[in-house]
């Protein structure tokens, strides 16, 4: 039986040991992907002496465990930092990221109530500050960092429901297209919306949305939100933000960007021009772990009123006895974030986008972000020259969807599946005005343009091979 003291202590020479063990594991990791196949399917049964193991009562080596977990766990995935990996939106963390992290589970702090984690809850508030200009919200604007884009999206819709609606959302309708991302959908389910107050349209033309808020005025319902996508997950469409943002100032409507995936672009000059508008929205949401290069989990909501997150979220409002928080209250002037969001202890999410973002500087981010799309416009370039293959969508905020010319979509499927084969590239489907169309992905800065090449050769030669 080990010192009752130190169950869970190892003596820190070993602690060091393991600690090099994983950083090693990690560097070689990152910087041997490129040589690792882009994606390791596996099945249940192989993976049932991981699946079917009993609780461990008895200790085991560390050292072996992180071994195994390296060696059987972590490898049967999907690389998403691959830069074969143009399928979903890919993730190429950075290792300054991936460095904050271990401070953040390493030092254990929370940043939800000043008094607690007073350092870490202001590098939250900064950086939160520093996304909110980057994107070219006003001063004042400031947000709170979530798990991702999901809790993200859910945070904003709860916060407009409630300043808008007030504690009633009966007859509340939010406007969207059909392109809207599920979670986020799913956010509106969870936030008590039903079907008929969700109007999912098949397009965000200004026109037609102010004449749907119109009739269901008529109705005696109580339009609140339009909901507009900066860069679908399907095709990177931008919805028209100048009139959705006019739209909503005239109707006194909540202008809500989902950003996710491509409110990044906004750090580049053509980025910018595309998202227009996005700077007057009154609540956007971006996810750091998709375009800004961060490890899985962070996402940001932003707001023009911070304050809007408080009264929405302040626990105040709900009839808990809380003494046992009196020594978490902040002192006039201080923010507790847990007052801003659904979450109430979280890690200190923004550690690693603060300490990527200075590491690197914001510089190297742009450029990273730029390389991406200058990588769609130069698959959309290629696809436009050949006599095989039909542009049609984008290029957009870094994805771009083509088709094999006069093929059925189950020629595309197939095209698709031959691509993936040989385990270089991962390449997926999406539906485009009705048809199958092969979707990419290009925002891994470490994709090059002859990664794109062999790409392309691959789908024209599929094609031929199969028709
Ligand atoms: C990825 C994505 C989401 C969901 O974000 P998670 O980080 O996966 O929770 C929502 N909306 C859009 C547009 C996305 O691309």
Redesign the pocket.
Known sequence: MPDPAGWLDLPPDRMRELGHQVVDLVVDHLTGLRDQPVRTLATQDELRHVLDEPVPEQPTDPGALIAFLTAEVLPRSLRLGHPGCLAF?PSANNFLGVLGDLLAAGFNTSPGAWPVGAGPAAVELVTARWLAGLLGLPEGSGGVFTP????A?LTALAAARDDRLGPDATGGVLYCSDQT?P??LRACHVIGLRQEQVRILPAMDPDMVRREVHADRTRGLRPFLVLA?A???GTGAIDPLPGLVALCRDERLWLHV?G??GAAAALTERGRKALRGLDEADSV?I?P??WLFQPYEI?CVLVRDPDVLHRAFTIDRFRAQTGYLALSRPAEAETNLSDHGVQFTTASRALKLWLSLKGFGVAAFRAAIDHGLDQADHVAARVRESPELDLVAGPALGIVCLRHRGGTDDLQAAICRDVNEDGRTLIATTTVDGALALRLCTINPRTTQADLDRVLAAIVDAGRARS
């Open positions: 939106i991702g884009g999901a809790l999206n991302h979670a986020v996508n860069g679908t997950t989902d996710a995936h949401v996810d772990h998709k996402g």
